[in-house]
């Protein structure tokens, strides 16, 4: 644009066209490639992007004129602000996947935010899947999703084998989805305090059911300790071996180089239909979207296509928002970050823990939670004090820390679980958990350890009166 | 707050205080009644309400301490500025319609949301509407989920019927819950030109099949014309003696007064045991979230029990922040300015058919959709001019009218669809449709008129030839 | 960009690119010929723009590094983006009406601003005025501006003469400027009831003082009645006849159509060397800048290059949106609405005053003031309750209704104004001003006056006791 | 609030309404001290204080009623949200620190801006300052109020004195004033490169003139090197002596706390009667206001009553913002920081220097600018070649480094400044300044070293030739 010339110094001109058309190009390169940038957008980037991208809906067309049933109409000028004046949504009918005649700009949206997650997924270390897509519901609605489409290929299957995990929604998933879920047992291991699924006990069980009822195996590789992650590497053996559908969980592993090693190294030696991941736990963003991904393009097509209708963009903008602001570089920062500072909490937290003589549980292969135990109060048979201590940290604003009581039960949805909370009937102790995700400060991890301290101090005292 | 007294002088200050304590009386009510307020609120006082929510999740807590796997941290400040700083999404993982320990605020936008969409409800004409719960996904998937809680009781049952509707995603919810669908035909009317399905056929479906083996019937009541909405009266009444569930697809029908006293009288005199419809169409917020409804609470909960998982605030963010911006003046006088805006189409839309020898199909029982003939066309073979007519109007901008050629076929999910898109094998001819939703402008139906008359002008000219 | 192609439909993303091109053609058209558009411009249109300029600035360029004193950085994020990244204001120290190197979208801001408001002018009826400047201060500040810069012409002049109007910013602009006012007394019309200046007061003062002691005559042309606008048109006569300078007050008259012809027809037949209006009282503004109008553009420069250092942008964005957010047929209808309004209130008004025995002042030549005697109350003696009707009408929330108690005097940096606030010493009664300014809405009469029936009937039923 | 306590857990509510009243505390906290915060408020927290202070102007009162002719009607939202719903500026008429009835958020606002800034007077090291003022105009324009404000007292001197600083606006404030500037030219130091002002030319220039034609002494704290802040202590000392009023240009001089020392010893020991910053380049704000700061309330009071009129509040809320922001560790954090950049920074500028022959020149007193020599291109006559580092470097994306050529004469207002630039008719040599400002990163430091070695390389051995 030439038309302030006669006003403004050509060389200035010229340096102030030079920055904008590099920021034009950033963009272009972004549609084009649709990667994460390697380095970190600005907010005025993301805000150019987005007011490019609106432009293109035919609700922002300035003659446009809707005489439908759906013209993107928007009553409330906050509303339209806070969705960048976008509207439609992704997806249509058929296929949330496929891009809408009538909203260019969405439909982008739509596709950055799948290209952009799966070039997340590869930076993460699962460098061999093929295909996700990026769901606006919660990670047991994507699980359900995934089983609803398995049933597609074996409509007369009734079971879904599942290591136990107590974390309600899994569970859950399977219900939803009109399956019996048969629940395979965690066993304690010889070693030391972790809890895990065996491979015995699962071909027992798919012995039992005959592989014609089963319908899929659901692994989960995140999960509280003292519970580890399953051996999908040796599951997803099982399940090619017996052409069985293999259904990761993943919900907040995808954080975790270690368990995205195994994701990877499971689907090269054995069968992984689709692993499954929320969008807030791994990547910052507010509750709202799950990413589905596999390693065969054609299964994600097809979950595509089983969802029925469109969807809200709202957490697609999100997640494409932030991977933009994190740059792969901010990305793979955090992420390296995590792990040490799981490394630096796990050694604080083993130090005051032998001050009140108990100790960390020592669980190897959970690399995202850990456990310290509460094991005085257990024998002073102090259960309240052990609630207690939940939630006076309640109510020093720390969240987060579980604390678990020996042995209660819970019944749900018809099925008691013995031990409810820790995966187990009857486990040695009591215990607190907490965890390292990403995005935690190490600001955080010293406030909790001197709050716990003083909690701690104060129930010891009185649970030893 | 007295500090500033020494400036300020008593009476002003007093005066201000109290049109800031009129504010959060306004608040308090709405906190106290969540009901839709009598009179539109301005956006100060929207900000307000999400100022006060979001200092009440546990994320925005001054000292905040976070150690768990979801913390509702958000890396990106664009992202939390969209979200007023809200960032756990609703519900529990053991129940969408949950409060969350973490997140009082995001909590109360639930409640909100569920309660001013029952009030929604109520003031459409649905009075005796019991509960309801709104679900962040579309209204196919929300129709699926209706018919995943129905499979709970009727575990054996296979079978879907189904009145055809040419709109993929209704018959797209059946499949994805897992079920066959039973396709009831439609006949066209004796009297005029609609399309509608007939209780014989219905009764003859459900003798076929046998009561057991059917989950429910689904019937729909907004569509495009000539179809009209189904008889759900006397389908309620079927139901309700023959003790099947029913389920209505009510999709953009909750803005018509007519279908919503009919959904009502349907309720009293039968059995609806839930109906579905989506925000985006009814209430002008982007695409994103349904409203289940029923007249039976314990229904409303089980589907809330069933969703396995947290979802996106987003959409019901939008939703309460429309409502308020709305009020319960705005709201009622939208949709009275929708009816006149109707019959004022209509009768243009008549005069500007007859120019062209064509006429507005005969269906007064829809009184959304409307359709022009295009027997001209039909006549002189040119079924290309009037695909072209489709473009035209699209390429000016014109977005929403459809155009259907006569007798095109179409296979989905390996089920050929004759006729596709009129909902018949063969109707009579092809047509042109539009629709009057909330929200449209009169000048929006004065500019469509004018280019349709400039593309007509084009095409009767050419096809004329 | 082409770069999406393979998945969104090559049609469809024409339409969108095309609807693209037409934002970026609105945009290029205004930096092109700096106009008001002729229409509204969308709020998205408007970010659109803003996007594209605060790309154009240094502190925004991909690698930036300023190793100046003023290098454009903003700490606070919220502050960032409520002036979309822009920060270097506006001007140079030489003239505020410069480019910056540093700042080439600021400068075009400064432009549009600049060349937008003297659109507006245009569009006013001053179709004369050559040349304006927006400066960010009050129009006192502006006024003292114009007159350090007639200084530069006239060093040893020591006086200005300025017909008397109660608003005391007008008479700190002379004080601040460091000369002494020669105040012009009013005088009551023989016909009616306004007050006015005379001619033949002004010349007398000026013969008495002598043209070189004076350094410019202050005429004023919007003002509460019953005062009306100084008879510019022969005042500038006289000035051109003289060699005086002429500063014209037109503070909120620019919205006033007969005032701005007359302004028009004052620079035509005689000499007015400048007039200034705030641009919060005639575009809904938030207050922060005066709009300097001239009819040569040499005084504007020399003004421009008076002002020592660099300004806010802040009060030219929002003229620059809020003028693109009217184009010019909003501006012009909201200027008709206000002239219908006028003569609505007017009328109303009368008819209230009637009822109390009061009379609405003949003022026929004062346009946007109006006032409503309250002689009842001045017979009674009760001149409390006239200070009491102005408190009671403030606490039911009426704000800019000014009670005028009769005959009470106010001294002023030494000098004593009898009967402040009335413009005269003893005019005959008391009375109560409203204005119709740009922006009132009819409910807001309607409601004052229900209101001011309220009040008169409790204060007159009570003073009548 | 206790509605919601049926469906929310009263335990959890409990906690949330104690983390909302923590915020409300604070801002209470604020409201009454009107101290900068000691740690940064968070951006919600600010959001809920301009919320809070927005429901208390009268343009926002629920049931607002306005009838005169500045009622803080805005017309366009995207304005409305920009500026809080604020509208109505600062100041009265009468007072710009005055409260004004109408608008009671502002007026607070207003007080906020004043008094934080005059914590962060005394924060940054003026302990003694009494009172100061924040104006919404360049820091040229408020050296010319303080001027117009001195004439009050003094209206008959004719002369202001003032020691040479090559920075236009500092001089046009002195003619904008309407005063004679008596120019005190620099002598280089004997000991090093520094270039100051002597007190003999002062002494001699206050005898030559005669105290009573003087206005004021105007001194500068910072500049760029090689000149170096005025030794304003013994300025002060012969100011007070001769009872001459002594006006401080500390445009960027607060952020640094040897300067800070400097202005406070001064006004202990001596006369110093105001002193002036910007706000932009002290608190990374956006271009728009000016601190006017003194050691007499009665000084700013005066000051205060001088503007004519109201004026925009947009700088001050970005003051405010800013500083609650920062918090005082924030504030106190910057300046340190800042410190050690300017050591380290010098450091590596010598080192490249040397290596090019040439040297950074020995300025000890001046602690915010420093120059390193270009004497070899001095020497090769090239002086074409060091204008061209300037537009290198610039189009490099290095803006700040300013580069001045030997001995170039420049004529401004009728008066000729040899070797303008470099506040000396003939310095010893070329040289290229640099600033440390507050918020300067270390990686803009290498980044421009890296640069500038680049083009010196390509310079110099061209140069060379």
Chains 1, 2, 3, 4 share one sequence.
Not at 159 to 187: E, M, N
Not at 200 to 226: H, K
Request: one cysteine or more; aromatic letters at 6%.
């Amino acid at each position: 644009m030439n038309q302030h010339s006669s006003v403004i110094l050509s060389s200035t001109l010229l340096l102030a066209e030079e920055a904008k058309a590099s920021r034009e190009n950033l963009m272009k390169q972004l549609l084009r490639q649709k990667q994460i940038p390697m380095h970190s957008w600005d907010d005025l980037q993301i805000r150019y992007l987005f007011t490019y991208l609106s432009a293109l809906d035919s609700n922002n067309f300035p003659n446009h004129t809707g005489v439908g049933e759906r013209e993107g109409r928007v009553f409330s000028q906050i509303v339209k602000e806070r969705h960048f004046y976008l509207s439609h949504g992704i997806g249509r009918s058929g296929d949330i996947k496929s891009s809408q005649p009538k909203a260019t700009g969405s439909s982008i949206v739509s596709q950055l935010a799948n290209a952009m997650a799966l070039h997340a997924i590869h930076l993460s270390g699962i460098r061999n899947a093929k295909e996700c897509v990026v769901v606006p519901c919660s990670t047991g609605m994507a699980l359900t999703l995934c089983m609803l489409n398995f049933r597609r290929q074996k409509p007369a299957a009734s079971h879904v084998l599942w290591s136990r995990i107590d974390q309600k929604s899994c569970f859950k998933s399977i219900l939803a989805a009109g399956y019996t879920p048969q629940i395979l047992q965690l066993k304690i291991d010889d070693n030391n305090d972790q809890l895990k699924m065996t491979l015995e006990d699962l071909e027992v069980a798919i012995e039992n059911l005959g592989v014609p009822n089963i319908l899929c195996v659901m692994t989960t590789t995140s999960c509280f300790a003292p519970r580890i992650p399953d051996d999908i590497i040796n599951v997803a053996k099982i399940c090619k071996r017996l052409n069985v559908f293999h259904l990761v969980n993943n919900a907040y592993g995808l954080q975790c180089d270690k368990i995205c090693n195994i994701v990877e190294e499971a689907s090269r030696v054995g069968r992984v239909d689709a692993f499954v991941q929320s969008t807030d736990k791994n990547f910052m963003v507010p509750v709202g979207a799950t990413i589905i991904g596999s390693f065969e393009r054609s299964i994600i097509d097809s979950i595509a296509q089983l969802y029925p209708g469109r969807a809200s963009a709202s957490p697609l903008i999100d997640l494409v928002i932030t991977l933009l602001s994190m740059g792969q570089d901010g990305y793979l920062e955090l992420r390296k970050k995590r792990k040490t500072l799981f490394d630096d909490f796990k050694q604080k937290l083993s130090i005051l823990a032998a001050k009140y003589d108990e100790k960390v549980l020592s669980t190897p292969k959970n690399t995202i939670s850990m456990a310290m135990t509460l094991s005085k109060l257990d024998s002073a048979l102090k259960s309240a004090e052990i609630t207690k201590l939940g939630s006076m940290l309640f109510t020093r604003q720390c969240s987060g820390a579980r604390v678990v009581v020996k042995g209660q039960g819970k019944l749900i949805e018809g099925i008691i679980f013995e031990g409810w909370m820790s995966h187990y009937p009857n486990y040695t102790c009591s215990y607190l958990n907490v965890a390292v995700a990403i995005g935690l400060e190490s600001r955080e991890i010293d406030r909790f350890l001197k709050i716990l301290e003083d909690c701690l101090c104060k129930i010891y005292s009185r649970s030893s009166e």
